[in-house]
Protein backbone atom coordinates (compact mmCIF):
# COMPACT_ATOMS: atom_id res chain seq x y z
CA UNK A 1 0.00 0.00 0.00
CA UNK A 2 1.36 3.22 -0.97
CA UNK A 3 1.32 6.11 1.96
CA UNK A 4 2.95 9.47 1.24
CA UNK A 5 2.54 11.23 4.42
CA UNK A 6 3.65 15.45 4.32
CA UNK A 7 4.57 17.40 7.51
CA UNK A 8 5.94 20.78 8.01
CA UNK A 9 2.87 22.79 7.50
CA UNK A 10 1.88 25.43 9.63
CA UNK A 11 1.48 29.69 10.46
CA UNK A 12 4.12 31.56 9.85
CA UNK A 13 4.14 35.59 8.96
CA UNK A 14 4.60 37.13 5.60
CA UNK A 15 8.32 36.64 4.85
CA UNK A 16 8.88 33.96 6.73
CA UNK A 17 10.49 30.52 5.49
CA UNK A 18 8.67 27.22 5.99
CA UNK A 19 10.07 23.68 4.93
CA UNK A 20 7.54 20.59 3.83
CA UNK A 21 8.03 16.91 3.49
CA UNK A 22 6.83 14.23 2.26
CA UNK A 23 7.58 10.75 3.55
CA UNK A 24 6.75 7.85 0.89
CA UNK A 25 6.20 4.01 1.15
CA UNK A 26 5.04 0.90 -0.49
CA UNK A 27 6.77 1.96 -3.27
CA UNK A 28 9.95 2.09 -5.03
CA UNK A 29 10.54 5.65 -4.56
CA UNK A 30 13.90 5.93 -6.71
CA UNK A 31 11.69 5.24 -10.02
CA UNK A 32 8.74 7.91 -9.27
CA UNK A 33 8.90 11.85 -10.24
CA UNK A 34 7.95 13.40 -7.49
CA UNK A 35 6.32 16.66 -6.76
CA UNK A 36 4.53 19.32 -4.66
CA UNK A 37 0.23 20.44 -5.31
CA UNK A 38 -1.44 23.51 -3.40
CA UNK A 39 -5.12 24.11 -3.08
CA UNK A 40 -6.04 27.38 -1.75
CA UNK A 41 -10.13 27.63 -0.05
CA UNK A 42 -12.34 28.14 -3.24
CA UNK A 43 -9.35 27.53 -5.81
CA UNK A 44 -8.51 24.44 -7.90
CA UNK A 45 -5.21 22.55 -7.16
CA UNK A 46 -2.75 23.80 -9.05
CA UNK A 47 0.78 22.46 -9.76
CA UNK A 48 3.72 23.83 -7.14
CA UNK A 49 6.85 21.63 -7.91
CA UNK A 50 8.20 18.68 -9.51
CA UNK A 51 11.33 16.52 -9.41
CA UNK A 52 12.28 14.23 -11.21
CA UNK A 53 13.35 10.30 -10.48
CA UNK A 54 16.90 11.23 -10.15
CA UNK A 55 16.86 14.61 -9.62
CA UNK A 56 17.67 15.76 -12.68
CA UNK A 57 15.07 17.75 -14.44
CA UNK A 58 13.03 20.04 -12.10
CA UNK A 59 10.41 22.17 -12.49
CA UNK A 60 8.10 25.07 -10.63
CA UNK A 61 5.23 27.41 -11.14
CA UNK A 62 5.71 30.70 -12.25
CA UNK A 63 4.53 31.80 -8.90
CA UNK A 64 6.95 30.10 -6.97
CA UNK A 65 10.40 29.99 -8.59
CA UNK A 66 13.23 31.77 -7.01
CA UNK A 67 11.30 31.04 -3.64
CA UNK A 68 10.78 27.72 -3.31
CA UNK A 69 13.07 24.67 -3.87
CA UNK A 70 12.05 21.00 -4.10
CA UNK A 71 15.10 18.61 -3.50
CA UNK A 72 14.64 14.38 -2.76
CA UNK A 73 16.74 11.91 -1.06
CA UNK A 74 16.29 8.47 -2.45
CA UNK A 75 18.22 6.98 0.24
CA UNK A 76 15.43 8.35 2.86
CA UNK A 77 12.11 8.18 0.32
CA UNK A 78 11.77 11.46 1.38
CA UNK A 79 10.91 15.03 -0.80
CA UNK A 80 11.04 18.17 0.29
CA UNK A 81 10.06 21.39 0.02
CA UNK A 82 12.15 24.76 1.18
CA UNK A 83 9.16 27.67 0.77
CA UNK A 84 11.05 31.30 1.47
CA UNK A 85 9.86 34.68 1.64
CA UNK A 86 6.39 33.07 1.71
CA UNK A 87 3.54 35.77 1.12
CA UNK A 88 -0.60 35.73 1.97
CA UNK A 89 -1.48 34.05 -1.50
CA UNK A 90 1.03 30.89 -0.76
CA UNK A 91 -1.98 29.88 2.00
CA UNK A 92 -3.12 26.33 0.64
CA UNK A 93 -3.08 23.14 1.67
CA UNK A 94 0.20 21.30 0.27
CA UNK A 95 -0.07 18.00 -1.21
CA UNK A 96 2.66 15.96 -2.34
CA UNK A 97 2.62 13.23 -5.39
CA UNK A 98 3.99 10.38 -6.99
CA UNK A 99 4.18 9.36 -10.18
CA UNK A 100 5.44 6.56 -12.40
CA UNK A 101 5.18 8.47 -15.72
CA UNK A 102 7.14 11.50 -16.96
CA UNK A 103 6.48 14.61 -15.11
CA UNK A 104 4.52 17.46 -17.30
CA UNK A 105 4.99 20.84 -14.99
CA UNK A 106 1.56 22.42 -14.21
CA UNK A 107 -0.46 19.07 -14.43
CA UNK A 108 -1.27 16.60 -12.47
CA UNK A 109 -2.33 13.90 -15.32
CA UNK A 110 1.19 12.21 -14.30
CA UNK A 111 0.46 11.53 -10.64
CA UNK A 112 -0.25 8.26 -9.27
CA UNK A 113 -0.73 8.81 -5.96
CA UNK A 114 -1.13 11.60 -3.50
CA UNK A 115 -0.60 12.90 -0.16
CA UNK A 116 -3.60 13.90 2.28
CA UNK A 117 -1.97 16.97 2.20
CA UNK A 118 -0.28 19.91 4.87
CA UNK A 119 -1.82 23.58 5.67
CA UNK A 120 0.52 26.47 5.27
CA UNK A 121 -1.31 29.80 6.67
CA UNK A 122 0.56 32.99 5.94
CA UNK A 123 -0.28 35.63 7.60
CA UNK A 124 -0.35 39.46 6.53
Known amino acids: QVQLVESGGGLVQTGGSLRLSCAASGLTFSSYGMGWFRQAPGKEREFVAG????????YYAVSVKGRFTISRDNAKNTVSLQMNSLKPEDTAVYSC?????????????????WGKGTLVTVSS
Open 97 to 113: AAGSRRIVAMTSGWVDY
Open 51 to 58: ISWNGGSI
